[in-house]
């Protein structure tokens, strides 16, 4: 028998889930993170789930693999020393950056710039120069400079190298030679050019990206060489995929290559997967809601594709990487509830995590949390076991949400709904970031709700925006490390064009594409993917000439062949930017960048479908408890999910539990098990 199986590592669980490819049926497990040894988690993880699935780590046919070990060496800046070369004059590069304050007015009074991850002692200037825009060579390399300059940075202790020098997109020949040399004098420094990474304009984004690459460089070989090794010693002979930053997947090996695109691993997997069940189901427009332990991240997806980014941003820096168009709120099941000296409630963004975690997880936490709140008013029955394994401790829950009301003047009950009502908030304003900024209107979309504590607040949040259906996946607290199964293997290739509509024919821009393609065939072969299984997408970053917000916009490479190839792309560009700016202008359309994403399509997961039985849930029906609604209580149904089948309803209000996640059904509410095993809620005037 084969099987293939997803792990994700969040802030306060690894998640886990395993597709056997002959019977269909999906294990899942969660298992505490271990942030100080991020393997030790994933091999724990990885080893209950495969016994609790009646196999052995050596069944394994593929794994998939998310990771924050990027996303956390960035905020917490523990990543390597790294040495940059540079081109003369251009040695304070990442010290100037761009023009940005946070905040409100004069919020640069208070503004802690950090310091570039390349220091300026560990920063030296080359000579050599390429010209802009012909990309030809005006002064050569001097080689024995360079030399002497690679000497001094790896005598000085640098762990990594990076090389980014002016022009470098239009021609690389002079950061390739940098490179050969670096090679020659410290050929165990791991180097990035940047005409690799980002083969594009902007000299800043260029260099910091690719800083960036090299600052996670050796901390990313150690972690999946570690892996590697342990999954080796357990008896694992599977192909090890690592998740990238826009949902798609590379190889063990690329990764080590470009770590940079590991930075936002996880919260990518969720989205890919929410998108592939709601399209499967019918609702190819849906909002996302991934609430975990630490955090929340919500995402839109239009015609059955998650929205991207080129701008990927994680804390202060914000760089050039494809990822999925995520945005992320301090609001958790982990997030701490304080009163504030104005009397006010504040929730989060500090977190328990998952040490010690909220109070109820018995481990010692002493703090009020949400999920303290949700213990409280019964939101989280008391059949439920944390990852169907730890008891919750709901004394302690009550005690720590009793100091809010203390403070608050009110009933315990009301101090726990008003921690839910603030964290609700928070994530209704990152919705709207997604949706309502950017020209969407809520109520032509659905809502997938996953993450462990998504389900529980999804409801609420359905409500406020009239996004129905309401869809709650099978599984949804391991929903990323799920989505990790249907994700491709993809990398894009890009090149900077810079010519408007008014100089340049539909054919000229195919032939540029010809050569990303096959540069993105390449790489597809490297990766091991079958040549019937290369597929391509092709995106053009437009402009208005001599503007500087960019759209990209998706082609259809054989229509620019024809007359109207370059007028659909303008026309298509306007009708975007109407729709997010409310404006258009009468100006010539520019073609930035054109980027080719190369796809190697996989089978980690199957959906089937099941026929539509009884409504009659009773079977499933495992008691009844208090449960507060709307400041009363309610005796609430509780239904057990894994008895629940296809064709199932149940009225609100009630609670159906799982080992990952619990689901609130509010009054005047229904849930339906559909023919996908996912929960259906709809308003109930509306069945």
């Given at each position: ?388 394994q730890m008891d919750l401790d709901r004394d302690a829950a009550r005690d720590v949400i009793q100091t ?284």
């Amino acid at each position: 028998m084969a099987h293939n199986l997803g792990v994700d590592v969040g802030g306060t669980f690894t998640d886990v889930i395993v597709f056997d490819e002959d019977t269909h049926e999906l294990t899942i497990d969660k298992v505490l993170s271990t942030p100080s040894n991020p393997s030790e988690g994933v091999i724990n993880g990885i080893g209950e789930a495969v016994d609790k699935a009646g196999m052995t780590v050596s069944d394994l046919n593929l794994l998939f693999h998310g990771t924050t070990v990027v996303t956390n060496m960035l905020l917490e800046e523990t990543g390597a020393r790294v040495g940059l070369i540079t081109s003369e004059g251009h040695e304070d590069i990442l010290h100037l950056a761009r023009a940005w304050t946070p905040g409100p007015l004069y919020g640069w009074m208070d503004m802690e710039k950090p310091a570039p991850l390349a220091d300026l002692v560990d920063t030296r200037s080359v000579g050599g120069r390429i010209d802009s825009p012909e990309g030809s060579e005006q002064e050569p390399i001097d080689e024995d400079e360079v030399r002497a300059a690679v000497r001094e940075l790896a005598d000085s202790g640098v762990e990594s190298l990076t090389v980014a020098l002016l022009n470098s997109y239009l021609n690389p020949t002079h950061e390739r030679q940098v490179r050969d040399v670096i090679r020659d004098e410290c050929p165990e420094l791991p180097v990035s050019i940047s005409a690799e990474i980002v083969p594009e304009y902007g000299e800043y984004e260029r260099a910091l990206t690719t800083v960036i690459n090299d600052y996670a460089r050796p901390q990313v070989i150690n972690y999946l060489d570690d892996l590697d090794a342990s999954l080796e010693d357990a008896g694992s002979t599977a192909k090890m995929n690592v998740v990238r930053s826009d949902g798609g997947l590379m190889s063990s090996g690329a990764a080590k290559h470009r770590p940079v695109e590991l930075a936002l691993s996880g919260p990518s997997g969720g989205v890919v997967g929410a998108a592939t069940i709601a399209e499967k189901k019918g609702v190819p427009d849906v909002l996302t809601l991934d609430m975990g332990g630490t955090s929340t991240d919500v995402s839109l997806v239009e015609d059955g594709k998650p929205g991207t980014t080129r701008q990927t941003k994680v804390g202060y820096r914000e760089f050039k990487s494809r990822a999925v168009d995520v945005n992320t709120v301090g609001a958790g099941g982990g997030s701490i509830a304080r009163v504030q000296l104005s009397g006010s409630l504040q929730v989060g963004p500090e977190s328990a995590g998952a040490d010690p975690g909220p109070a109820c997880y018995g481990q010692g936490g002493d703090e009020p949390t949400v999920t303290d709140a949700n213990v409280v008013l019964g939101r989280i029955p008391s059949n439920v076991q944390l990852g169907g394994q730890m008891d919750l401790d709901r004394d302690a829950a009550r005690d720590v949400i009793q100091t809010v009301a203390d403070e608050r003047g009110s009933t315990v009950e009301e101090a726990a709904q008003a921690i839910l009502d603030i964290v609700n908030e928070n994530m209704y304003s990152a919705l709207r970031v997604v949706s309502v900024e950017r020209g969407y209107d809520p109520r032509d979309f659905g809502l997938v709700a996953f993450g462990g504590a998504g389900p529980m607040h999804a409801n609420a949040l359905a409500d406020v925006m009239d996004a129905y259906p309401l869809i709650v996946p099978p599984g949804p607290g391991v929903m990323s490390a799920f989505g990790f199964l249907t994700s491709d293997v993809q990398n894009e290739f890009s090149e900077t064009y810079l010519k408007t509509d008014q100089d340049v024919e539909g054919e000229a821009v195919y032939d540029a594409y010809q050569g990303l393609n096959d540069e993105a065939t390449d790489w597809l072969a490297s990766e091991g993917v079958a040549e019937e299984n290369h597929a391509f997408e092709y995106y053009a970053d437009c402009r208005y000439y001599r503007q500087d917000v960019q759209m990209s916009i998706p082609i259809d490479a054989s229509n620019l062949r024809t007359e109207d190839g370059i007028a659909a792309i303008k026309d298509d560009f306007e009708a975007r930017h109407e729709q997010r700016f409310g404006f258009s202008l009468d100006a010539p359309l520019e073609i930035a960048n054109l980027r080719v994403i190369g796809k190697g399509t996989m089978q980690g997961v199957t959906l089937e479908a099941s026929e539509l039985g009884d409504e009659d849930a009773s079977d499933a029906r495992v008691g009844t408890q208090d449960v507060f609604f709307d400041d009363a209580s309610h005796d609430t149904p509780i239904y057990d999910r894994e008895r629940m089948r296809p064709g199932n309803v149940i009225d609100g209000p009630t609670i159906v539990t799982d080992d990952d996640s619990t689901v609130v059904v509010q009054p005047d509410h229904t849930a339906t098990v559909d023919r996908y095993a996912n929960l259906e809620i709809t308003r109930s005037d509306s069945k």
